[in-house]
């Protein structure tokens, strides 16, 4: 049986020393803004997308690269991550879909969550965390450690 393997884009907000997290209503936990890229999209457009359907803010990246002289080409944001995520496992340990997930970190100039897509989180799924916050919480390992990397690069 082959994995089946799904491009998607994250990404930790940062705002006045904190960074918003909502409760994942399938996976129940915490996680930042994110989700599939769509086949028309390149990683970073699918993130700030995300970040508008689930939160209403307009984000700036923290992603950027030198411009390079390319005739038929560009250069795109870089991630500060590209993680590999096994999204399901088989009882025998066979994995059966993966996300290959760019996580990228930005600037938002507000704490106030609307959320504008359609079967969004409400606004009070989400909370900011500041580093000691995150640190004290029962949050994934990862999630914890890049967010308060995000906070730090942000700030």
Request: proline share 8%; with cysteine.
């Amino acid at each position: 049986m082959e994995t089946t393997r799904h491009f998607t884009a994250t990404v930790y907000l940062v705002n006045d020393g904190a960074t918003a997290l909502h409760r994942h209503p399938k996976l129940g936990i915490r996680l930042p803004p994110g989700g599939h890229v769509d086949r028309d999209e390149l990683p970073h457009e699918a993130g700030l997308r995300e970040v508008r359907e689930e939160t209403g803010l307009e984000a700036e990246l923290l992603a950027s690269a030198p411009a390079i002289d390319a005739p038929d080409g560009r250069a795109l944001p870089q991630p500060r991550y590209q993680m590999l995520y096994d999204i399901d496992v088989h009882p025998d340990g066979r994995v059966a879909h993966q996300h290959i997930d760019f996580v990228y970190f930005a600037r938002v100039g507000s704490r106030t969550i609307a959320p504008e897509g359609d079967d969004e989180p409400s606004s009070e799924a989400w909370t900011w965390y500041t580093p000691a916050e995150l640190r004290a919480s029962d949050i994934d390992t990862d999630t914890t450690e890049i967010g308060c990397e995000a906070i730090a690069t942000v700030e």
